[in-house]
């Protein structure tokens, strides 16, 4: 990792530590179920994920599980894995779009293609990122819910499948501006720092 690589990992994970809630106080309860929040600290780490490389973002995004489970963990100190997952998952599907579009050999190509292959990488990954972080959360919260404090709430099996929509609906609305955000970053700086 060069030294311009570092520095702006460094940043980006400042960035995305910043942004955390108990830090920024930046955080709104969904209006549909409050004790969801929405939060914009995955948009730092969704831009470093493309702009610099996915070892710098998984980097960035365990950090920053850290720090939520030290500062701002929730109502569950578990959360943070909980958020950790969701993120991963989304990271997941961003990756798999940069390889299925991939005309070049590095993330940052897709970066400096035509409008149009740059739209449908937009799309798609934002896509592909909402379907993979509601499935995986779905069978996470499904399977977590149901077990005691620190783990989950011990909520019974209507219970769980009652709050499933409305944890989908977040996790997909939540990835609906994350995604495209970080990717909108991720384009504007990589206009004036070549990082590979």
Known sequence: MNTKTLATTIVFASVTVALNPAISGIAIPAPYAPFLLYQIWEIPIVAAFVLINRKAAVSIA????????????????????????????TLLGIYIIQKSLKNKNSADSKLNEDSYTKTRFVMFSTALGIILRVVIMTVVNYIVLRYPYPIGFELDELAIIASLPLTGLFNATLTLYTVPLGLFIAKAINKNLKLQ
């Open 62 to 89: 365990f950090l920053n599980a850290v720090v939520l489970s030290t500062f701002f963990p929730g109502a569950l100190p578990l959360g943070s894995i909980y958020n950790l997952i969701a993120l991963l998952s």
